[in-house]
């Protein structure tokens, strides 16, 4: 047999004796075997003989440490470091070495952390992969670089690192990018763990504070008067309105600086150069993220030229030393808007397209474009809705009752059962979430679309909506696509209701409208209802003249062949013929009295109904030839109605 022969170990030096010792009794207790452990014991004293103050070695050079340690082939002793806190490494170390044991060993010996927060995260709905990506390597690279566990964590440790991962010169952008998505989710857990009582806020809609929005303003005397002007008006504004008068503010003092830049100062600005603006800016191509290289419409110009009125008279009002000599915004320059009907889809396309809302896979969308259709509501309500949005009042159903929403005010609106069934549906697999702050008023708000620790954003009701026409194949004449908001299902249920015989009156408080003005535009699209008071008015008029309406040279009473074969929607009546033009449109009464139940017949008629029947049979053939499908199927109801009297006469 051969002999084992035990290699010596290398002694550490004397000041790491309690590390080492430490690290040796770890090793005694792993499951690997004699040679690996025999291993692991032999580098960690070869790098400690070669650095014997790890603290300090920790201070060299990031890719200098990384030879060293791939040199010495120290990576298991440091790990261990790391992950007991012994020592603390930097961010870019730990990021650089990539796939390692130092991750999952920290989370071995933190055992109760790992667990609280992947409780934490299966109300998250994450892949597998991701959750392993936050869980696995965000929570415990946070935990080792700032030495803390989830007990001690801060709000600053989850800044720092935030921190640490954006000011990073060694890291790729795309290595910083996937590592800030990862760092944003550990947020989210923290928020839901209570180790934070700060929501994470995606990059992209962090809040501007007014001196950050008069930065882009290029003139050095201008700029603090834009910056205290924003200040001041957002005590009493809305942010949305405070950041339009920015952008045309920001957007005037750039024109300024390209064509006038003599004019340093609001003072020196006079009526002849917001002459020579607004006739640009009222050509000008569109701008920004979502311009196309079109030119701006009507109204964008008009929201420019009142924002640069308010901020001109406000200066004057106030009595602000630096203002403009003269005014220099006049209210005639206000151009009148275009005043559009709401644009309401077609019940046609509009059945279409809720069927192809019910088949959505994303259910956060299929709910809110369901509650949107089915409410009347704005999209900005819709995202406001909270948990206890809905009201159940004995003997009149459940009502929704709608947050603040555009013009400040709440109202409480009736569902169906489809649109409560899809409501249901939504908070059943919402599940629970801790509260976020209100942006209106900081109060916790458990707001109904909220999802992984977030709400839903405006854009994904909007993807919702363009699958759900692609998926109902509504193509605009081109073929494209056919393009629809979430405004327009406002406007649809609005026009529906309106046609269905409801009240403007009860319509403007389902709408929140505070105005008349404001409803009065959907009775412009209330088509069933207009057409059937036009035919009513139409009917008395004809009464009053005795006469049938005929919009040609021909005879009242035509011949039987000639009013067969005309150009007529024709109708069958005693003692003679209709001979309404195609212009007019289908009688509403036509051949009324033969498809009323009580009308009755007998035997001695019975050549008058043959005849009738022979005439509706040719004027049926006839219309279809013509492609009237509303006067075939006129037709067939009457002929239906006449053969069941003759049926019976003739038993």
Same mark, same amino acid.
């Given at each position: 047999m051969m002999s084992t022969v035990t290699k010596p170990l290398l002694r550490p030096a004397p000041g790491d004796t309690d590390l080492c010792e430490d690290y040796f009794g770890f090793v005694a207790e792993l499951s690997c075997g004699p040679q690996a452990k025999y291993l692991r014991r032999r580098h960690a004293a070869a790098f400690l003989n070669n650095y014997p103050n790890p603290m300090e070695w920790m201070r060299r050079p990031v890719a200098e440490r990384l030879l060293q340690i791939k040199r010495l082939d120290a990576w298991p002793f440091l790990s261990w470091c790391f992950a007991t806190g012994r020592l603390v490494p930097d961010l870019e170390l730990l990021t650089l070495k990539g796939k390692g044991t130092h991750f999952s060993l920290w989370s071995r010996l933190h055992p109760d952390d790992d667990t609280a927060v992947s409780r934490a995260a299966t109300t998250f709905d994450w892949s597998a992969e991701w959750e392993q $990506?936050?869980?696995?390597?965000?929570?415990?690279?946070?935990?080792?670089?700032?030495?803390?566990?989830?007990?001690?964590?801060?709000?600053?440790?989850?800044?720092?690192?935030?921190?640490?991962?954006?000011?990073?010169?060694?890291?790729?952008?795309?290595?910083?990018?996937?590592?800030?998505?990862?760092?944003?989710?550990?947020r989210k857990l923290c928020y839901q763990l209570g180790v934070t009582d700060i929501p994470p806020v995606h990059p992209n809609r962090r809040e501007r504070t007014p001196a950050q929005r008069a930065e882009t303003v290029p003139q050095p005397l201008i700029r603090p008067v834009i910056a205290r002007y924003l200040t001041t008006i957002a005590a009493t504004l809305r942010p949305a309105t405070v950041t339009s008068r920015a952008e045309h503010l920001t957007l005037l003092t750039v024109w300024l600086s390209g064509k006038h830049p003599e004019c340093r100062e609001l003072t020196g600005l006079t009526r002849a150069h917001l002459e020579e603006f607004l006739a640009w800016d009222a050509t000008r191509l569109s701008q920004g993220r979502r311009g196309r290289? %079109? @030119?701006?419409?009507?109204?964008?110009?008009?929201? =420019?030229?009142?924002?640069?009125?308010?901020? &001109?008279?406000?200066?004057?009002?106030?009595?602000?030393?630096?203002?403009?000599?003269?005014?220099?915004?006049?209210?005639?320059?206000?151009?009148?808007?275009?005043?559009?009907?709401? @644009?309401?889809?077609?019940?046609?396309?509009?059945?279409?397209?809720?069927?192809?809302?019910?088949?959505?896979?994303?259910?956060?969308? #299929? =709910?809110?474009?369901?509650?949107?259709?089915?409410?009347?509501? $704005?999209?900005?309500?819709?995202?406001?809705? %909270?948990?206890?949005?809905?009201?159940?009042?004995?003997?009149?159903?459940?009502?929704?009752?709608?947050?603040?929403?555009?013009l400040n005010t709440e109202r409480v609106v009736p569902l169906d059962d489809a649109t409560l069934a899809a409501l249901d549906q939504w908070m059943g697999e919402r599940g629970s979430q801790r509260a976020l702050p209100h942006p209106r008023t900081g109060r916790p708000a458990d707001f109904l679309f909220t999802l992984r620790g977030s709400r839903i954003g405006a854009t994904r009701i909007r993807r919702g909506l363009d699958d759900a026409v692609r998926a109902a194949g509504l193509v605009r004449p081109g073929g494209t696509p056919e393009h629809v908001t979430p405004h327009q299902l406002r406007h649809t249920y609005a026009t529906e209701l309106v046609n269905a015989g409801m009240t403007l009156q009860a319509l403007m408080a389902l709408l929140g409208h505070v105005t008349p003005e404001m409803t009065t #535009?959907?009775?412009?699209?209330?088509?069933?209802?207009?057409?059937?008071?036009?035919?009513?008015?139409?009917? #008395?008029?004809?009464?009053? #003249?005795?006469?049938?309406?005929?919009?040609?040279?021909?005879?009242?009473?035509? %011949? @039987?062949?000639?009013?067969?074969?005309?150009?007529?929607?024709?109708?069958?009546?005693?003692?003679?013929?209709?001979?309404?033009?195609?212009?007019?449109?289908?009688?509403?009464? =036509?051949?009324?009295?033969?498809?009323?139940?009580?009308?009755?017949?007998?035997?001695? &008629?019975?050549?008058?109904?043959?005849?009738?029947?022979?005439?509706?049979?040719?004027?049926?053939?006839?219309?279809?030839?013509?492609?009237?499908?509303?006067?075939?199927?006129?037709?067939?109801?009457?002929?239906?109605?006449?053969?069941?009297?003759?049926?019976r006469l003739k038993a």
């Open positions: $990506r936050v869980i696995g390597n965000a929570f415990p690279l946070l935990c080792m670089t700032r030495g803390v566990d989830l007990q001690s964590m801060t709000e600053a440790d989850l800044d720092a690192v935030e921190q640490a991962i954006s000011a990073s010169t060694l890291l790729a952008p795309r290595t910083r990018r996937v590592l800030g998505g990862q760092h944003r989710c550990l290289g %079109e @030119r701006i419409s009507v109204t964008h110009h008009m929201h =420019a030229v009142i924002n640069l009125r308010s901020f &001109f008279d406000d200066l004057t009002a106030w009595g602000w030393a630096d203002r403009p000599a003269e005014t220099v915004v006049h209210r005639a320059d206000i151009p009148r808007p275009p005043a559009p009907l709401p @644009r309401a889809l077609a019940p046609q396309t509009d059945s279409a397209l809720m069927k192809a809302v019910a088949k959505l896979p994303d259910t956060a969308a #299929r =709910a809110g474009i369901t509650l949107l259709r089915g409410g009347g509501l $704005r999209l900005g309500e819709l995202l406001d809705l %909270e948990l206890d949005c809905l009201w159940d009042l004995p003997g009149h159903g459940t009502w929704l009752k709608v947050p603040l929403g555009k #535009r959907y009775a412009h699209l209330a088509d069933t209802t207009v057409r059937a008071s036009y035919d009513s008015a139409m009917a #008395r008029i004809r009464e009053s #003249r005795q006469l049938p309406l005929v919009v040609s040279d021909r005879p009242v009473v035509p %011949e @039987r062949i000639e009013w067969l074969h005309s150009e007529m929607l024709k109708t069958r009546v005693a003692h003679g013929y209709c001979s309404r033009h195609l212009a007019a449109e289908a009688c509403p009464y =036509a051949n009324i009295c033969e498809q009323c139940d009580n009308y009755t017949t007998s035997t001695e &008629f019975l050549p008058q109904i043959e005849a009738q029947i022979h005439d509706e049979t040719e004027l049926r053939e006839d219309a279809l030839e013509r492609g009237w499908d509303s006067e075939v199927a006129r037709h067939a109801r009457v002929i239906t109605s006449l053969q069941k009297h003759l049926d």
